[in-house]
């Protein structure tokens, strides 16, 4: 038997996780820009909403529709304490000055992609969604053997998930253009630098593949 991640999902098999994709990072009102001036908004984070609302967040609808009509599994993870004062996050979010406070707005998935029904939301307190969350767990009991990834930031949580999730035996899945970084120099390096991890496919070749599924 020949060993490989090109495999097309099994739906049955399958889910769907949006990383991030909530109103602290993927807003322009979150508290993750909160106190920048215009100016400095623009200058930093200018090209990243550019391409969020014109292509990356029209993907991700593109590729959460095509889930749900295939009957893949849908799930979201957001950065969201279990507190209200961050004293459970990470270290690496204390130092960074990440705390999105439990049931906050901006620990929401923003509005463009909101869960329906029952679909599972996980808040985590670092890096990967699989460290401090019991994903893990919930897959299996799920039934899941292939894991598709899209959301943010490439090269930071998206990159986390990917190479855990690798780790402990899931096929994975990214979907190229519906992953977001701040540069398309970092997108591009990210992508490079994770593809032995994983089947990189885009949002057009994954919706044909699950229109064929």
């Known amino acids: 038997m020949t060993l490989t991640r090109d495999l097309p999902l099994i739906p049955a098999q399958s889910a769907l996780l949006f990383i ?95 869960p329906e029904g029952d679909e599972i939301v996980l808040p985590k307190g670092s890096s990967s969604v699989f460290v401090s969350t019991h994903i893990d767990y919930v897959l299996r009991n799920l039934g899941v053997r292939q894991l598709v990834i899209s959301g943010l930031i490439t090269d930071q949580c998206v990159e986390s998930a990917i190479r855990d999730a690798c780790d402990l035996g899931y096929l994975v899945t990214q979907v190229s253009d519906a992953c977001l970084t701040y540069s398309q120099a970092r997108h591009d390096n990210s992508l490079s630098a994770i593809k032995g991890y994983c089947r990189q496919v885009t949002t057009q070749e994954l919706v044909a593949e699950l229109a064929r599924a």
């Open 20 to 114: 991030d994709v909530q109103n602290f990072s993927a807003h322009r009102k979150g508290a993750e820009f909160d106190g920048l001036d215009p100016a400095e908004f623009d200058a930093k984070y200018g090209w990243y909403f550019d391409q969020l609302d014109s292509r990356v967040i029209p993907n991700m609808q593109a590729v959460q529709a095509a889930c749900r009509a295939a009957g893949v599994e849908v799930m979201y993870t957001t950065i969201e304490s279990l507190t209200l004062d961050g004293r459970d996050r990470s270290l690496d979010y204390k130092i960074t000055g990440f705390n999105v406070p439990k049931g906050s707005w901006d620990g929401k998935v923003i509005d463009q992609i909101a």
